[in-house]
Each structure stands twice: as structure tokens, then as C-alpha cells.
């Protein structure tokens, strides 16, 4: 079978490996679509999407719509006479019209074992929630929130040690080996959609800032799931003296006392070790209000706080 025309529609980080896979593939990659430049960092200066720096060094066409839902849009990737679309993390949802342009269709790289956690963030939440794996999900798209039949699923465990950050990098790469598999199965007809168990079903919806705000009453293994699920965004943090301090690196000790939940017990070069509802969070990496991430190590020297503080 000759090679696919497909047009790729991704933003961020997580989508780079997904189009460096196709790159690297039998098939032939058309144009790349993104969302505009945004204004970025103390200088608002505009940044183009890390997708676009990738298609830019490839030497594909890009495309910016301020708008996925117009004729001069769906006109332009009509010319384009795609086999496929393949979406990574867009960022919109695709119209109907759009969807059901190419003879295949268009296929989504979900970072979730659907239907479980369909929506903006199912790595963070698959975290938080305290998941023992993940992975991702090629799916066939419709105008559902990734509600699409299930082509072909990977699985990944999740560590301990795991953060948003780490699973994303090998969420994105999984991704793209996955992706290959399922369009060469699907270029062979060996690939039947599956129909998602609707009741199966949870949700993964975008993260606040304050969903990072700790409550201390709360368990150190529920804690230990919330800190590395919003690392290394929005991050997990409480305040002390009034001002800020974000929590990074934890690991879950058995209780030894009868300290209220958010005092500290022990500061030193492990880090620190603070009371939770039921066992104790130690934690290795500390961010004051201002400053950078760091060792608590390096906090510790000259810091306000130590056993017996308590933070809110």
C-alpha cells in the first residue's frame, strides 16, 4: 500500500514525539496544524508551540487558525487531500466537518486507558487518584469529549517515584510507538473499533491552582498521589508565617508521634518531614514564595522554620 497523506493537529510537548514518530514513519506527513503563538514570561513575548518549532525544523507547512470551525479553514485542509488525520493534544474540539474530511477518518493519542479519564488532564489525574498503571489510547475521534471507539490501547505502570512531568514524557513516547502499530494495522483493515463502555467512564478535567492548596488532615498517601500529580504544574503547597512554600519530591513514612496534621517534625538534609491525618510525608524538594526549586538541604540554610512549625 503506498504511503499515507496525514495531517497532524498538536501544541505542546506532549505532542512532539507523537509527530517525530510519524516523521520517522513509512508514512508522509502533510502539514502540521496548532494553535496560534501566545504570549509568554515576564515579556509577554509571543512563543511559537514546541509543535511548530518541530514541523518548522522538518520543513512542513503550518497552519494557525484563530478558528477550527470555518469554511476558509476546512477548505484549506480539504486541498490538502489527507488519507488521516492524527490529533495529540490540539487543544480544541474538532468539528464533525472536520473530522470526517480524510477517507480514514481522524485519530486521537489519548493519554489515558479509556474510557477512563476522558478530558483535559487524565495524566495528572490518574496520579492523584492514586492509579497503580495508565497508558494511552489511539481512538477513532467523534464530537464527544473522547467518547471515540478504541482502536488500539498501551498500558504503563506508574511507580512511586512517578510525577505529571516524568509520565508525560513516556506517555508521549509510548504514544508514538503505539500510533504506528495502530495505522499500519489499520492500513492492513486489522483494526476493529471498539465501542467505549460509557458507564465505565471517569472524568479528567483541567487543574486549578487551587486544587493545589494541601490539607494536611488528609492522609500522607493521598498526599504523597496530590503532590506528584500537580508536579510540576499547578505544584501542591501550604503557607507558613504567611507566605508560600511549594512541595515536591515526598515519600510516605510510617507516624511515630502525635503532632497535628501539617507540623513539622524533623528539618535536615533528608528534607522535611511534616504530620499528616494518618502517617507522616517527608519531603525532598522545597520552592519558597519567589525563589526557585530546591533541596530542602538548601532551604534549610538560613530558614524560618523548623520541628514545631506547623504549616496551614
Not at 499500519?184 to 491552582?209: F, V
Not at 530546591?294 to 540554610?301: G, N, S
Request: proline residues 9%; neutral net charge.
Amino acid at each position: 500500500m503506498k504511503p499515507l497523506r496525514i495531517l497532524f493537529m498538536g501544541t505542546p510537548d506532549f505532542a512532539v514525539p507523537v509527530l517525530q514518530a510519524l516523521l520517522d514513519g513509512p508514512d508522509t506527513v502533510i502539514g502540521v496544524v496548532c494553535q496560534p503563538d501566545r504570549k509568554k514570561g515576564r515579556g509577554k513575548k509571543l512563543q511559537a508551540p514546541p509543535v511548530k518549532i518541530l514541523a518548522g525544523e522538518a520543513g512542513l507547512p503550518v497552519l494557525q487558525p484563530t478558528s477550527i470551525r470555518t469554511d476558509a479553514f476546512l477548505d484549506e485542509i480539504s486541498q490538502l487531500q489527507p488519507d488521516l488525520i492524527v490529533v495529540a493534544a490540539y487543544g480544541k474540539i474538532l468539528p464533525g466537518t472536520l473530522l470526517n474530511c480524510p477517507p480514514m477518518g481522524t485519530v486521537n493519542v489519548h493519554g489515558s486507558l479509556l474510557p477512563k479519564y476522558r478530558g483535559a488532564a487524565p495524566i495528572q489525574w490518574a496520579l492523584i487518584n492514586g492509579e497503580a498503571e495508565t497508558g494511552v489510547t489511539i481512538m477513532q475521534m467523534d464530537e464527544g469529549m473522547d467518547t471515540g471507539d478504541i482502536l488500539l490501547p498501551a498500558k504503563l505502570p506508574i511507580t512511586d517515584e512517578d510525577t505529571a512531568g516524568t509520565l508525560f514524557d513516556k506517555l508521549s513516547r509510548l504514544g508514538g510507538r503505539t500510533l504506528l502499530e495502530a495505522i499500519a494495522l489499520l492500513k492492513e483493515g486489522r483494526l476493529p473499533p471498539i465501542k467505549q463502555d460509557d458507564t465505565l467512564a471517569t472524568e479528567a478535567p483541567m487543574l486549578t491552582k487551587e486544587q493545589g492548596h494541601i490539607d494536611w488532615d488528609r492522609p500522607a498517601r493521598e498526599l504523597h498521589c496530590l503532590l506528584r500529580g500537580l508536579d510540576p504544574w499547578p505544584s501542591a503547597y501550604g503557607f507558613l508565617n504567611g507566605k508560600r512554600f511549594r512541595f515536591f519530591k515526598p515519600e510516605v513514612i510510617a507516624r511515630n508521634g502525635s503532632e497535628s496534621p501539617g507540623t513539622i517534625c524533623r528539618a535536615d538534609k533528608e528534607g522535611l518531614l511534616v504530620a499528616c491525618g494518618h502517617d507522616n510525608l517527608l519531603i525532598r524538594e522545597i520552592q519558597p514564595e519567589g525563589k526557585k526549586r530546591m533541596l530542602v538541604a538548601a532551604c534549610l540554610c538560613g530558614s524560618p522554620f523548623g520541628p514545631g512549625d506547623q504549616f496551614t
